[in-house]
Structures are given as structure tokens and as C-alpha cells.
């Protein structure tokens, strides 16, 4: 992991300070509620419906053990026992009081973290593949690049009042376990035919009420020069992203209403003029930086463990884990681990609690090298465990709940915290959330389906990506109340698609059964092993709009509605 | 104008004899100490007039500053504007017209401009703030003694610190 210096060290405590005074004057009326709103938000914290909500930044989803046991001193001490992890590998406390948020950045600093930029209109947390420098595909470790535009973004002083929040996400794995291509600016990383460093640009990508995938910008950009690039895209973006209407003030608007050509051109023009500056990265900086990501101490061990082999076939319930809840790792003889956060009616999708996260903690010192990581999906991994280790780990794990082996399956579920927590919300989307998670409570069923994804978001932001889980549930409101709509067709990933709409939203009630005669569609219409997203790209949208609005009624309103569009 | 702080050579203070006009408040020709609209500019510019003595100019926040490289010279200030202060436009701005254009007069950031922004509105190469009117400059000026360490390179600090570390 990365180790914080002592100027890492002394911007995080001043942080700490300075937002305590401006607590302190909230608090006693010298800040208005509309003047400390973006110095809160920069800070992490929103006024959720309930109480406010303080989002901590898991800078590219890595923790060390420590700072597993710092969060989970927080959700015990401040809140109300757990926490939620985010599709953007931070953390969410939902029960905050304001009082008490100096003194949990103060206990955060003190363990090198922070919550700056977790909210706002500015640059937010970095997102990296959560099997970041272990996976089996990648091509090369995403982090040093990610924490070196970390720290650029940090505080950056011209690009603290954008438009509009700006996300950056960055991969470098044959499959991309990122959705770099949802994000306002996306960075694949790969190596060039010499074997140096380059990257490829993507920009205008979100979700929210207007989806789009991002686009290419710029093709095999040497490493040195993500700052520049990455600061002529925000100068751009700065200058002439619309602030007339939050709803269109995000980089894609921009990029959409150039053309991304004349847009990439716009920023080439300005990075002309900067990329040949002191901002040029140093070989001697990316090294400082990697240095602190150098693979651990890895034993020799053979490809298989006997011990191992015999637990697999003696437990098929440990067998069942381990094919779903463990990936490839790059050295023989290891593995990764991930803790599903998605054991069904338990636990809505990412709430873990302070016991768990201290049992974590305690694992990942135990078997792994004293690392964490959370994933986009919402869960927890341990990146580096000896296949060896994995049985009495997996024994565990199940004792405290974090082992249910239906990682990318249907009850994998990606959702937002919805109407229960959020000000934004039309609806409720846990309550559908676990409805759908006790319907499908059959795991045979579940690995039978096979691999599926299913997003929900309880309004049109989005934040449960809807739009590219391969099941995306919206919930919208009809005249005060609370109905879902279905799409399909969504994916994440180096093959990207949004979700078109298979017809009229159902009542929550409704959404269990719908979604189980479209997995009966899939069911009657797969060939051999096609998983769900390729049967839809097959055969299309119309053969399940048909078995899932079978009535004469739904099929009319169906047309209404279409013709409404 | 009131309510000014100004930065002279790293040293902040309330400034209380300001002597500069806002566009529209006094315009004859031949005072001194006026800030003018763009168009004003232009408008002079034009019909071959050029304003005499000490005189500044007010962007609005769409502006592209390169439209003042034929003044730069002789421009002492160009204010740039803040509508609301979660509007950035004008750190690009202070950006360009120093770091690019080279601009050495006074940069003046006016109107929503309060405590916590100064800091950062400093790095980006402004080196006077009018106060928003409601809002005590003395009380501001403890904007601009925070500690303020940023990493990427600005106006203030050319090396971004990667270079310096
Ligand atoms: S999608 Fe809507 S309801 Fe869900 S967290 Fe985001 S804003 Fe709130």
C-alpha cells in the first residue's frame, strides 16, 4: 500500500482543522446552511433524510487492516454499528451527527485517510479494479497511476467548483472490473509495443438520468502525461461545461453537445500548450509511488494444494464457495477472496457491521498480508490467500455471514441505499431488493442461471447502476407512489451496454414475479452455456417482453406507452 | 471599493482607501482607477480612444481572456467575476491570464467571494478579493492563513510537489 508521507500526513491534519472551525461556525451561525453546503459536501458529508451521512474515501477500494478496524471503530462509536460500501469502493455512515465530524476525520487522519472530495462538485475518490496487482489478467497494476492522480486531484485549486461531480476510474485487466466506461473520465492502462506505459482516454461517460458510455479521446497517451491530459480535459470542462441546469451540467453534456471528435480536439488544442511543462510526470515520482505497491512476500507453493483438493472434494458447499467467491490469482498457489456483502434478508447489499469488519481485519492479517479491498459490486476481498488457507478461512467467514457463495449471480445485487436513507429518493429500493433476494433464496437455482447481474437504483441518479447490470431495476414515482421499472441488456466491463426498458414499471409487489418469468424466458430460450446478457443480445428484447406482459391488457398498455415515448 | 484584502509580495491585509470603481459607477473618461467592462473596452478600442492613466477591466466568467493579450501591458487590474462562489469559472481564468498570458497587474476576484475560497482562489494567481459586502474582510483574511498545501502545480507554486519532494 501506499504509505503517507509527511506531506500526506500534514495536509490531511490541516484538513482536519480547518473543517473543524468551519463546524464551529455553522454550528454558532457565521456560515450559512447554503455557504458551508459544498465545504461539508468536499468534506464527505451529506444531510441524508434522517441525519447526515459522513462518505469516507477508500482511496481505489485498498485498506489496510488498521484502517478496516478505524471503520469499524466508526460505525460502533458514531453510528449505529455498520457501514455501507459503495459502487465507488468508499464507505457510507448513515446515522452522523455533526458535532462528532471533526473528531472522526481527527481518528481517520490519524491512520492516513480522509473523506475529501467524497461528494461535491469536484474530482471524487479514483476507482481502480478491486484485484488490482493480483489478478490473473491484468496487464499491469493500476494503482501507482491511481494514487498519483489521487494526489493531483487533491485540493486541486482551480478544480474544487466544476460544473458537476467528476469521476475518474482507471484499469488495466482484460476484463475491466472498473466500469471505466460509466465514468466522466475513463483510463485503460496497457503496454505499448516497447513495452512502455500507455494509456487510453475515454470521456463523457455516466449514468444518471441521461446514461451514456464514454468515449475514446485519446489513444496511446505515454504515462507521463495523465496529468496534462487529465488537466486539459478539466480545464475544458471547467470553462464551458453548462451551469445552467444541474441536470446537463455533467462532462458528457459537453462532450455530447462538441461531438466527442471536436471535443477531443478542444483538448488537445489546450494540452498542446501545457504537456511540456513541470506538471510532465517524473520516472523518479511514478517509482516513489509504485514502491509503495511492490507485491508482497509470496511463498513458493505448488499449483495444488493435496490438503485442499481433498476438502474440495470431500465439501461441496465449500466447492460451491470456493468456484464463485475466489478468482485467479498471478502467483501459483494463491488466490482471492470475495466476501459476498449480499447474504440475502440478513443485510441489505455493502452494510457490513464493526464486528465484521473487525473479524475482516483480523483474517486479512491472519491468512492474507494485512490487506482489504472493496469491490464496484459492493463487497469485500481478501486479494492474496493460500489455497491452502482457504478451507478453515471459508469456515470463518460463514460464522460471521460473509460467505454466501453467490458472487455475480442474481442475488449479487448492486443496489443504493434508496428511500430508507436518501433525500433524493422516489422509492424504496432495498424492501425489492430483498424480496427479490428471498424469492431466488434457491442456490441451486442461482448457479443454474448462472452469471447475472442485477443493479437497482431508487431513483433516476442512478447510483445502483441500473443501467448496466444486466437485470437493471429504476424506481420511479407515479403519483405518489412507488413503481419499478425493469430493464435488460445492461452490462459493465470491456463490453458495455446500457439496459433498454422492456415495458411498463411494476408495483413492488409485482417486481419478484416479473423478474422470475423473465429468468424463465432466459431459462426456455439459452443455448448450452449462454449466460443471460448473450441470450439477450440474441435474441432480443421482444421474446421476453412477451412472457413477462403475457396478458392482452399489459401488451396494450405496453403499446400506449411505447407510442408515448 | 470596499472591503478589499489585498496580497503584496505574500502579505495579506484589509485594504481601507481602495481606489478602484466598479464598471458603471463613475466613468468619465479622464479619472483614474477605473475598472470598465469588457465592452467598454472594446467599445474605445473601436472608435480608436484609449483610456488614459491607471485603468482595469471586469471578464465575465464566459470570457476567453486571450481577448485582453493587446492590453495586458497596460491593464493594473482585471477583475474576474464570481456569481455565485460554487461558479469556478474564474480560477480557470486566473489560470490562464497568468500561468499562459503572463499577466502581472493586480487579479481582483469579485463578488460571491468569502472566507473559505480565498486559499485556493490565491493559488490560482489572485492577489486581491472583494469581499462579499455583507461579510467582514478582517474576519475573511483568516482565509488566508490556512495551511494550504496542494499537490498539483498552480500559479502560486509553479512545481507541482512530486518536483519538490
Ligand atoms: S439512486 Fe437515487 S435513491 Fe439511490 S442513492 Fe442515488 S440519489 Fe438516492
Known amino acids: 500500500m501506499y504509505r503517507y508521507d509527511e506531506y500526506d500526513r500534514a495536509l490531511v491534519q490541516a484538513r482536519v482543522e480547518q473543517f473543524r472551525d468551519q463546524v464551529a461556525r455553522r454550528l454558532s451561525g457565521d456560515l450559512s446552511e447554503e455557504e458551508f453546503l459544498p465545504l461539508r459536501l468536499q468534506n464527505g458529508l451529506y444531510l441524508q433524510k434522517h441525519a447526515y451521512m459522513l462518505r469516507v474515501a477508500n482511496p481505489y477500494g485498498t485498506l489496510s487492516a488498521d484502517q478496516l478496524r478505524v471503520l469499524a471503530k466508526i460505525a460502533t462509536d458514531f453510528d449505529r454499528g455498520y457501514g455501507h460500501f459503495t459502487t465507488r469502493q468508499n464507505i457510507q455512515f448513515n446515522w452522523i451527527e455533526l458535532e462528532q465530524v471533526p473528531d472522526i476525520l481527527q481518528l481517520l487522519a490519524d491512520h492516513d485517510m480522509h473523506a475529501i472530495q467524497t461528494s461535491g462538485n469536484c474530482v471524487r475518490n479514483i476507482t481502480t479494479e478491486a484485484f488490482a496487482g493480483v489478478a490473473g489478467d491484468e496487464v499491469m497494476d493500476p494503482r501507482p497511476l491511481a494514487e498519483i492522480l489521487r494526489q493531483w486531484s487533491t485540493v486541486n485549486p482551480e478544480f474544487l467548483f466544476l460544473p458537476r461531480k467528476f469521476k475518474i476510474a482507471i484499469s488495466s485487466s482484460a476484463s475491466d472490473r472498473a466500469a471505466v466506461r460509466a465514468h466522466d473520465i475513463g483510463l485503460y492502462l496497457y503496454r505499448g509495443g516497447s513495452g512502455e506505459m500507455l494509456l487510453d482516454v475515454m470521456a463523457g461517460g455516466g449514468l444518471g438520468r441521461t446514461p451514456i458510455l464514454n468515449e475514446r479521446v485519446k489513444q496511446g497517451l505515454p504515462w507521463q502525461h495523465i496529468l496534462t491530459y487529465t488537466e486539459a480535459v478539466l480545464r475544458v470542462y471547467n470553462r464551458y461545461g453548462r451551469r445552467d441546469n444541474k441536470y446537463k451540467a455533467r462532462i458528457k453534456i459537453l462532450v455530447k453537445a462538441l461531438g466527442v471528435d471536436a471535443f477531443a480536439k478542444e483538448v488537445e488544442r489546450e494540452w498542446e500548450l501545457i504537456k511540456d511543462s513541470d506538471a510532465e510526470l517524473t520516472e523518479k515520482e511514478y517509482q516513489r509511488v509504485a514502491a509503495?505497491?511492490?507485491?508482497?512476500?509470496?511463498?513458493?507453493?505448488?499449483?495444488?494444494?493435496?490438503?485442499?483438493?481433498?476438502?474440495?472434494?470431500?465439501?461441496?458447499?465449500?466447492?460451491?464457495?470456493?468456484?464463485?467467491?475466489?478468482?485467479?490469482?498471478?502467483?501459483?498457489?494463491?488466490?482471492?477472496?470475495?466476501?459476498?456483502?449480499?447474504?440475502?434478508?440478513?443485510?441489505?447489499?455493502?452494510?457490513?457491521?464493526?464486528?465484521?469488519?473487525?473479524?475482516?481485519?483480523?483474517?486479512?492479517?491472519?491468512?492474507?498480508?494485512?490487506?482489504?479491498?472493496?469491490?464496484?459490486?459492493?463487497?469485500?476481498?481478501?486479494?492474496?490467500?493460500?489455497?491452502?488457507?482457504?478451507?478453515?478461512?471459508?469456515?470463518?467467514?460463514?460464522?460471521?455471514?460473509?460467505?454466501?457463495?453467490?458472487?455475480?449471480?442474481?442475488?449479487?445485487?448492486?443496489?443504493?441505499?434508496?428511500?430508507?436513507?436518501?433525500?433524493?429518493?422516489?422509492?424504496?429500493?432495498?424492501?425489492?431488493?430483498?424480496?427479490?433476494?428471498?424469492?431466488?433464496?434457491?442456490?441451486?437455482?442461482?448457479?443454474?442461471?448462472?452469471?447475472?447481474?442485477?443493479?437497482?437504483?431508487?431513483?433516476?441518479?442512478?447510483?445502483?447502476?441500473?443501467?448496466?447490470?444486466?437485470?437493471?431495476?429504476?424506481?420511479?414515482?407515479?403519483?405518489?407512489?412507488?413503481?419499478?421499472?425493469?430493464?435488460?441488456?445492461?452490462?459493465?466491463?470491456?463490453?458495455?451496454?446500457?439496459?433498454?426498458?422492456?415495458?411498463?414499471?411494476?408495483?413492488?409487489?409485482?417486481?419478484?414475479?416479473?423478474?422470475?418469468?423473465?429468468?424463465?424466458?432466459?431459462?426456455?430460450?439459452?443455448?448450452?452455456?449462454?449466460?443471460?446478457?448473450?441470450?439477450?443480445?440474441?435474441?432480443?428484447?421482444?421474446?421476453?417482453?412477451?412472457?413477462?406482459?403475457?396478458?392482452?391488457?399489459?401488451?396494450?398498455?405496453?403499446?400506449?406507452?411505447?407510442?408515448?415515448? | 471599493m470596499k472591503n478589499i484584502i489585498t496580497t503584496v509580495n505574500g502579505v495579506s491585509g484589509v485594504v481601507h482607501d481602495d481606489p478602484w470603481s466598479m464598471p458603471g459607477e463613475d466613468e468619465s473618461d479622464n479619472r483614474d482607477f477605473q475598472i470598465v467592462s469588457l465592452e467598454r473596452l472594446l467599445a474605445l478600442a473601436e472608435s480608436g480612444e484609449r483610456l488614459q492613466g491607471q485603468y482595469g477591466v471586469m471578464l465575465h466568467p464566459d470570457d476567453d481572456p486571450d481577448i485582453l493579450l493587446p492590453w495586458l501591458a497596460s491593464l493594473r487590474l482585471i477583475a474576474l467575476q464570481f456569481p455565485r462562489f460554487s461558479d469556478g469559472r474564474a480560477y480557470s481564468q486566473a489560470y490562464l491570464l497568468r500561468a499562459r498570458y503572463g499577466f502581472e497587474g493586480e487579479l481582483r476576484a469579485v463578488g460571491d467571494v468569502l472566507r473559505d475560497q480565498l486559499a485556493a482562489m490565491r493559488h490560482c494567481g489572485f492577489s486581491s478579493f472583494a469581499i462579499r459586502e455583507d461579510r467582514s474582510a478582517e474576519e475573511a483574511l483568516k482565509g488566508l492563513e490556512v495551511f494550504d498545501l496542494i499537490y498539483a502545480r498552480s500559479v502560486s507554486t509553479p512545481q507541482p510537489l512530486f518536483r519538490r519532494r
Open chain 1, 292 to 565: 509503495g505497491f511492490a507485491p508482497p512476500v509470496y511463498e513458493r507453493l505448488d499449483l495444488i494444494d493435496p490438503e485442499y483438493g481433498a476438502w474440495l472434494a470431500r465439501d461441496p458447499q465449500f466447492g460451491l464457495w470456493v468456484q464463485r467467491n475466489t478468482q485467479p490469482h498471478k502467483v501459483a498457489g494463491y488466490a482471492s477472496v470475495i466476501l459476498s456483502t449480499k447474504p440475502g434478508a440478513s443485510a441489505p447489499p455493502g452494510d457490513v457491521t464493526g464486528e465484521q469488519m473487525n473479524t475482516v481485519a483480523d483474517l486479512a492479517e491472519r491468512y492474507g498480508f494485512g490487506e482489504i479491498r472493496v469491490s464496484h459490486e459492493q463487497n469485500l476481498v481478501l486479494p492474496d490467500i493460500r489455497k491452502q488457507d482457504l478451507y478453515p478461512l471459508w469456515k470463518k467467514l460463514t460464522e460471521i455471514n460473509l460467505a454466501k457463495p453467490n458472487v455475480g449471480l442474481l442475488t449479487d445485487v448492486i443496489a443504493c441505499p434508496g428511500g430508507d436513507y436518501c433525500a433524493l429518493a422516489n422509492t424504496r429500493s432495498l424492501p425489492v431488493t430483498r424480496a427479490i433476494q428471498e424469492r431466488f433464496d434457491n442456490i441451486d437455482f442461482l448457479h443454474d442461471l448462472g452469471d447475472l447481474t442485477l443493479n437497482i437504483s431508487g431513483c433516476v441518479n442512478a447510483c445502483g447502476h441500473h443501467h448496466i447490470g444486466n437485470i437493471g431495476i429504476l424506481g420511479v414515482d407515479k403519483k405518489g407512489e412507488e413503481f419499478f421499472q425493469i430493464t435488460i441488456g445492461g452490462a459493465q466491463g470491456k463490453n458495455s451496454s446500457l439496459g433498454k426498458v422492456i415495458g411498463r414499471a411494476f408495483r413492488a409487489e409485482e417486481v419478484p414475479e416479473a423478474i422470475n418469468r423473465l429468468l424463465q424466458a432466459y431459462l426456455d430460450y439459452r443455448e448450452a452455456e449462454e449466460p443471460f446478457i448473450e441470450t439477450v443480445n440474441r435474441i432480443g428484447l421482444d421474446p421476453f417482453k412477451e412472457r413477462v406482459y403475457p396478458t392482452p391488457t399489459d401488451a396494450a398498455q405496453l403499446k400506449l406507452e411505447e407510442a408515448s415515448v
